[in-house]
């Protein structure tokens, strides 16, 4: 019946263990209270009795290697979590990490929608710029036009120049100035 | 286990099945909606990807057109088109209808004010659900209008094609139509490049919002836009500006029926200016649907470079001397005796010069300076025949299209081959009669001799930009016309002509130019209805621009000297000053 009870041992903070699990030097050894009515059956069924708080001696079990090893490598099996956790914390955990998962993907999920609000935004900026800038280019083209350019001059008092006054002077043996001479810039 | 225990259990086992069956029947009916009907039946897969995803077309935007000096010739500009919601504003007001309606129609007319109450009250009244009441609004009217955010008004943003020079360059270019469904290139180089500046639209399908906005949490699939091409022409307007200004001026004041004026690179074939009038400014195409150009033939967005065909009359005698020349059949000093008509042995009808004037014993250079028909019909007749003159027709590109971008008439004229051909044909074509051919077919004979004999492919387009990708039009040989020396003697010929003909009022103080002057006159028509033109090229010692003037129909100086010469000579002039060509008269 022993090497079925599942044994819950809480090791104080030395962690020394016997061959059979218990604690040595003077550390008291607490199991649960299934166990210990499990021992108290045990020890009624075998004539003996025991009081809390006492060391108790148990005898070894064919077929099971005894010792501190044997005892850790229960607890891997038999016993995943690092600590205890009843029903009511696993359901209360439970609950506060979906609620914390939910408001994380809330959150994101809100982040993505104002973003998106953003780029709608910046959309619209940019449409409206390019918008403006197409239309300052027009502007620019129609004010580069010749003829907005004659129109202009008229306005400020210019006339076109007379082709007929126009005289060309013929110097022989005029030679091109090569590049630039500094010297006779105005 | 006692009997209430057990009957507890089973109880507890009926609640539990009754559960279990409800679960089942749910996640069948689940299964039914969402998995059977969503996609067949119902279809509501379809529903509701309709209800929140949205495809919208990307419209891409048209290409711009440059000038060789990169000024913009057109471009595209939004503007904005209103609509009205009748149907939602009655909706939205069912109390005090008339009062809201009265001070929204007030409203609407203060920011618009070129749509009266009337057609809004019209508009308000139709019971449709949209209706348009205004277009193209100014950015100034859409500021406005965004503003007063008015409940049940939008506007609708829409690309136009605008052209910032108004009508310059105008027949070059042609336009774009406006229409709802259909904006497309018509005409000039809008037409003929139309699939390339009109780019590729994209899509975009994505999950929308409320407000229909795309999310970019959703799935999407975009097709990306293509953008137009933009292209850069061989026309500066500046020399266009010069030369539409020169010829509309001189239209008006000669009261012509209308002109056409060409300006060619003699030395690549990039045309630098093509103006006709009669014109339309392409910003507002339909107004001048119902004018016509060409002496009233064609529709005034036909470009008269490259569809007026004409009887090219006096300026066609170098095509008859370069042939001559050629062949080595004539020199310029050749003689011949001009008695002032000329019969034929063979029964061709008698040609005779203007006026019947004789010129006595004239050389080959002299009858271009006197414009003789007679001599240019002797020396297509006697000397050259048609197995020899005819070739030359051909060589010069009459004929066929000169491959400019875009369509274009090819002129017209009858050969042996033709069965209705007579010798007359010969004898008249000498000179420029029974013949058609635009002007820039003749533009580019003149070409060909300012350029040592080579003729070069004429074009418009100097570059196009497809996405970062440019690519340079080349200029293009188009065929050897005639040999080098043979166009050296005739530009010696022209010069004289310039100096001592017709031409002399195209001279342009400080330069030398090779011209010829041309009047032709239509059979059937009053003599005095001419096309007075006349084609040649400057400097002639170094020719940089050919170009030819056509005035049809002028009354108050009817001739190619009296009434194109002095337009050409102002051009040409102008076109020296801006270019700052070097004078080269001694």
């Known amino acids: 019946m022993a090497r079925f009870a599942i044994r819950l041992v809480r090791v104080h903070s030395t962690g020394k263990t016997d061959r059979n699990g218990e604690r ?9 209270q299934k166990m210990d ?84 935004d910046l959309r619209q900026q940019q449409a409206t710029l390019q918008r403006e800038n197409q239309d300052l280019v027009n502007t620019i083209a129609q004010e580069e036009s010749p003829a907005y350019i004659v129109g202009h001059a008229r306005t400020m008092g210019l006339i076109p120049a007379d082709p007929k006054t126009i005289q060309i002077l013929v110097v022989k043996h005029l030679r091109a100035i090569p590049g630039d001479d500094q010297s006779i810039q105005p | 286990m006692s009997v209430e225990m057990r009957r507890a259990r089973h109880r507890q086992m009926l609640i539990f099945l009754l559960v279990f069956l409800g679960i089942v029947i749910l996640l069948g009916r689940l299964f039914y909606w969402q998995v059977l009907e969503s996609q067949s039946g119902y279809n509501l897969a379809k529903l509701a990807n309709e209800e929140h995803t949205q495809n919208q077309i990307l419209n891409a935007p048209r290409g711009l057109i440059y000038d060789i000096n990169g000024r913009i010739l057109a471009t595209n500009v939004v503007r904005d088109d209103v609509y009205v919601e009748p149907i939602q504003f009655s909706i939205d007001h069912p109390d005090n209808t008339q009062s809201d309606l009265t001070a929204l129609i007030n409203t609407l007319h203060q920011v618009l004010p070129s749509v009266s109450i009337e057609k809004l009250q019209q508009a308000f009244s139709s019971g449709l659900p949209t209706v348009r009441i205004a277009v193209r609004i100014d950015p100034q009217q859409s500021r406005q209008l965004r503003t007063l955010q008015l409940p049940d008004v939008f506007l609708q943003p829409r690309t136009w094609r605008t052209y910032p020079d108004g009508d310059l360059a105008a027949q070059i270019l042609g336009y774009v139509t406006q229409n709802d469904s259909d904006n497309s290139g018509v005409y000039g180089i809008e037409g003929q490049y139309n699939s390339l500046l ?41 020399v266009e500006y010069i030369v539409q200004t020169a010829l509309a001026n001189a239209v008006k004041q000669l009261q012509a029926a209308s002109g056409t004026v060409v300006v060619v690179n003699a030395r690549t074939g990039a045309v630098a200016a093509m103006a006709g009038v009669s014109t339309f400014d392409p910003n507002n195409y339909g107004k001048y649907a119902a004018q016509k150009g060409c002496l009233n033939s064609e529709q005034v967005y036909f470009n008269p470079a490259l569809y007026c065909a004409y009887e090219p009359g006096s300026t066609m005698k170098i095509v008859t001397m370069a042939a001559a020349l050629d062949q080595g059949l004539v020199t310029p000093d050749t003689t011949l005796d001009d008695q002032g008509c000329i019969s034929f042995s063979d029964g061709t009808p008698t040609v005779c010069n203007w006026q019947f004037i004789p010129y006595g014993t004239e050389t080959m250079t002299q009858v271009l300076e006197h414009s003789a028909n007679v001599g240019a019909a002797y020396v297509a007749h006697n000397i050259l025949g048609p197995s020899r003159y005819y070739p030359y027709l051909a060589r010069f590109g009459f004929g066929r299209a000169t491959g400019i971008d875009g369509p274009e008439d090819a002129g017209y004229y009858r050969t042996p081959g033709n069965a209705d051909w007579t010798e007359s044909d010969l004898t008249r074509q000498a000179f420029g009669q029974s013949i058609l051919a635009t002007p820039l077919q003749v533009a580019m004979a003149y070409e060909a001799v300012a350029n040592g004999g ?26 050897r016309v005639i040999n080098a020396h043979a166009a050296q003697l005739l530009t010696g010929m022209l010069e004289d002509s310039a100096l001592y003909g017709f031409a002399q009022l195209a001279q342009v103080p400080g330069y030398t130019i090779a011209a010829k002057t041309g009047t032709a006159t239509t059979q059937g028509i009053s003599a005095d209805q001419t096309e007075a033109s006349l084609a040649g090229f400057i400097p002639a010692t170094n020719p940089q621009f050919v170009i030819l003037v056509k005035l049809d129909r002028p009354q108050k100086a009817i001739y190619g000297s009296t009434a194109a010469a002095p337009l050409w000579g102002a051009i040409a002039q102008q076109l020296m000053e801006y270019y700052s060509v070097p004078p080269d008269a001694h």
């Open chain 1, 37 to 120: 009515r499990f021992r108290d059956r045990k020890d009624k069924h075998a004539g003996e009795t025991r009081s809390a708080g006492s060391q108790v001696h148990h005898p070894p079990v064919p077929g099971v290697p005894a010792g501190p090893i044997l005892a850790a490598k229960r607890r891997r099996q038999l016993h995943p979590f690092f600590y205890r956790i009843g029903p009511v914390t696993l359901s209360v955990s439970s609950v506060l990490l979906i609620g914390l998962m939910a408001i994380l993907y809330l959150s994101q999920l809100g982040q993505a929608v104002n973003s998106n609000q953003q780029i709608q």
């Open chain 2, 454 to 479: 080579v003729m070069m492919r004429p074009y418009l387009v100097a570059s196009i930009n497809n996405g970062g990708h440019v690519v340079t039009t080349k200029p293009q040989v188009e065929r």
């Open chain 2, 198 to 238: 009109a780019g590729k639209p994209g899509s975009f399908t994505a999950e929308t919002d409320l407000q229909g906005n795309p999310l970019v949490v959703g799935a999407d699939d975009e097709q990306p836009v293509v953008n137009g091409a933009n292209l850069t022409l061989t026309i500066d307007n500046s």
């Open chain 1, 24 to 32: 040595v030097s003077g550390t008291r050894v607490q199991g649960t």
